[in-house]
């Protein structure tokens, strides 16, 4: 069956440090892959999403490139803001299937 | 902007009672979901439906049973509350049109004493 599997945190940086979250998935098939962010006492919202490989999504300064290769589909961010600080799920879906398959999730605090 | 509503943000019920949990989406949605989430294992899915009336098991469904009598509503049923469903649970929607994307509900803190 389909699996995402991301890096374990909880992790903690430093204001303007580089972030870098690992994220690999597998799939039968080509799946659309996703990053979701969960802010403190919120629900999940979408933070960027890539439907097929070689694409990169993109959004707040954050970015991942879909890469079928290594499967995988890490999440980057060159300078973290304390206001980064929230859980991010990597997840993937396959087309025609409207199921998600979610990772763990990633805690991520940005201390200033 | 689409939206997803729950309706409690915090609820505390005592085992053996009935609980309801309710999710309406305004977009239109096709597909509706139901997740649990606990610390260490993420979201995990109790169930989902993709019409109205319809309805299929998720990873959990024991202890849970859903309604989705009608498209911009979908509901949560525990028959019999206990402590191990004490978790957080999360609504969303998605469209058949928008490659999979789900729309999350601020989620439901349910404590069962």
């Known amino acids: 069956g389909n699996s995402v599997t991301q890096m374990e945190g909880p992790v903690t940086l430093s204001e303007e440090a580089f972030l870098t979250i690992n994220c690999t998935y597998t799939?039968?098939?080509?799946?659309?892959l996703f990053w979701y962010v969960q802010y403190p006492g919120e629900g999940l919202q979408l933070l960027l999403k890539?439907?097929?490989?070689?694409d990169k999504g993109s959004n707040k300064g954050f970015e991942a490139t879909y890469r079928k290769e290594t499967t995988s589909f890490h999440l980057e961010k060159g300078s973290v803001q304390v206001s980064d600080s929230a859980v991010y799920f990597c997840?993937?879906?396959?087309?025609?299937?409207?199921?998600?398959?979610f990772g763990t999730g990633t805690k991520l605090q940005v201390i200033p | 902007d689409v939206k997803v509503t729950q309706s409690s943000r915090y609820l505390v019920k005592r085992t053996g009672e009935k609980v309801f949990l309710e999710c309406v989406q305004d977009?239109?949605?096709?597909?509706m979901f139901w997740y649990r989430q606990d610390p260490g294992l993420g979201l995990r899915l109790i169930y989902f439906?993709?019409?109205?009336?319809?309805?299929e098991k998720g990873d959990i469904p024991e202890g849970y049973s859903v309604s989705r009598e009608k498209k911009e509503r979908f509901s949560l049923i525990l028959e019999s509350a206990s402590t191990n469903q004490t978790s957080m649970y999360l609504c969303?929607?998605?469209?058949?049109?928008?490659?999979?994307?789900?729309?999350f509900g601020p989620g439901t803190r349910l404590t069962v004493l």
């Open positions: 969303a929607s998605s469209s058949n049109r928008r490659d999979n994307e789900q729309f």
């Open positions: 977009m239109d949605h096709e597909n």
């Open positions: 997840a993937l879906g396959m087309r025609g299937y409207q199921k998600v398959t």
């Open positions: 799939a039968t098939g080509y799946p659309s």
């Open positions: 890539a439907t097929k490989a070689d």
């Open positions: 439906s993709y019409d109205v009336k319809m309805k």
